[in-house]
């Protein structure tokens, strides 16, 4: 199970990196594109940059129980 637990964790923190990042680049794009006088930028993008920090701090929740579930695991007295 903490293999599993292990693998997961770090899948999901890597998800919620690359959403974050997504996220960032995304609104630095329609930043620069407003400043430019553009309104349509990633017409085919479903998804605001604040939506996907909101994904990648859920994700980030997950990680969090479940390296607080190793330690408590870790932590729980032999015998």
């Known amino acids: 199970m903490g293999k599993w637990s292990s693998?997961?964790?770090r899948?999901?923190?890597g998800a919620a990196f690359f959403l974050t990042a997504?996220?960032?680049l995304?609104?630095?794009?329609?930043?620069v594109a407003r400043?430019?006088?553009s309104t349509?930028?990633?017409?085919?993008?479903y998804y605001d940059p604040g939506r996907l920090l909101e994904f990648s701090?859920?994700?980030?929740?997950?990680?969090?129980?479940?390296?607080?579930r190793e330690i408590k695991i870790l932590l729980r007295p032999k015998g």
């Open 57 to 68: 701090a859920m994700a980030l929740v997950f990680v969090i129980a479940l390296q607080l």
């Open 26 to 31: 995304e609104w630095v794009v329609r930043w």
């Open 22 to 24: 997504l996220g960032v």
């Open 35 to 37: 400043l430019s006088g």
């Open 40 to 45: 349509t930028v990633f017409r085919g993008f």
């Open 11 to 13: 899948f999901l923190f």
């Open 7 to 9: 693998i997961i964790c």
